[in-house]
């Protein structure tokens, strides 16, 4: 027997540094607010069987990354024709340098045909800072109708690959301090925000922001953080993008 017109999702929610616990909880309530969708959750992509199994993905994770095996797995998933709702951390590999009490933090780029596949590799932030999101293509339907808004959030600065449609952007290009490669400096001050990367007969949509931080997430760094953080969590307009690129997601792309 077939599965009718259910929607199966895999949502990978972990990692480090983050309020995990949060972001699970508020992606699992705006997919139960899709009636055709089944969703099964890991904390990293070890039941990769499962997760190629799903009709799209969903991640929010911070320096949880695929092996080489998990990693051939889903780019063949991926350019099969599959769709790939990716959010804030999900490119990122974190490795904290400490000298003489003082910290930096190094980006290897250790799986590069992972980070092709999600068109993007993390590679620093400034101190988290309220700034502005606005639409660089307002008559997408991804952003159409979502005026120019104020984040508090991790601006994230990454390294591009390959081709990507920039629907929204912030504008950023000054020196960041504890980040050891500057790989994110490019001609102009245009950060991309939002984007759809084309990745064979698939796509990946990913998300910078939604941030957020509780008071035991960096642990054993910090014993307790001392006031949370919900970054773009706190806005209208974050959750009208989730709502967005889930539904981008539940669409089969054409062939």
């Known amino acids: 027997m077939g599965k009718s017109d259910r929607i199966d999702v895999y949502l990978v929610a972990g990692g480090k540094y983050h309020n995990i616990d949060h972001a699970r909880v508020e992606l699992l309530k705006l997919l139960a607010e899709q009636p055709r969708v089944k969703v099964k959750v890991g904390a990293d992509y070890s039941d990769i069987d499962a997760i190629c199994e799903s009709d799209f993905i969903i991640t929010y994770t911070c320096d949880v990354i695929p092996t080489l095996e998990q990693t051939?797995?889903?780019?063949?998933?991926?350019?099969?024709?599959?769709?790939?709702?990716?959010?804030?951390?999900?490119?990122?590999?974190?490795?904290?340098?400490?000298?003489?009490?003082?910290?930096?933090?190094?980006?290897?780029?250790?799986?590069?045909?992972?980070?092709?596949?999600?068109?993007?590799?993390?590679?620093?932030?400034?101190?988290?800072?309220?700034?502005?999101?606005?639409?660089?293509?307002?008559?997408?339907?991804?952003?159409?109708?979502?005026?120019?808004?104020?984040?508090?959030?991790?601006?994230?600065?990454?390294?591009?690959?390959?081709?990507?449609?920039?629907?929204?952007?912030?504008?950023?290009?000054?020196?960041?301090?504890?980040?050891?490669?500057?790989?994110?400096?490019k001609e102009d001050d245009i950060q991309p925000v939002l984007y759809i990367h084309p990745y064979g007969e698939g796509q990946v949509l990913y998300l910078t922001l939604g941030h957020c931080r509780g008071k035991y997430d960096m642990q054993p760094a910090i014993e307790e953080y001392p006031e949370p953080e919900e970054g773009a969590w706190r806005t209208e307009e974050f959750y009208e993008l989730l709502r967005r690129g889930i539904c981008w997601a539940m669409d089969p792309i054409s062939q």
């Open 72 to 185: 051939t797995r889903l780019c063949e998933y991926v350019r099969s024709g599959k769709k790939w709702f990716a959010l804030h951390g999900t490119n990122s590999i974190l490795r904290f340098l400490v000298n003489d009490g003082d910290f930096t933090v190094d980006c290897p780029e250790d799986n590069v045909p992972f980070m092709q596949m999600l068109g993007s590799q993390f590679m620093a932030h400034p101190p988290i800072h309220e700034y502005e999101v606005k639409a660089t293509e307002p008559e997408h339907p991804l952003v159409k109708g979502i005026p120019s808004f104020k984040v508090d959030d991790e601006l994230y600065l990454s390294k591009f690959h390959g081709e990507y449609q920039t629907l929204l952007h912030t504008h950023w290009n000054d020196p960041v301090e504890n980040f050891t490669s500057n790989d994110w400096v």
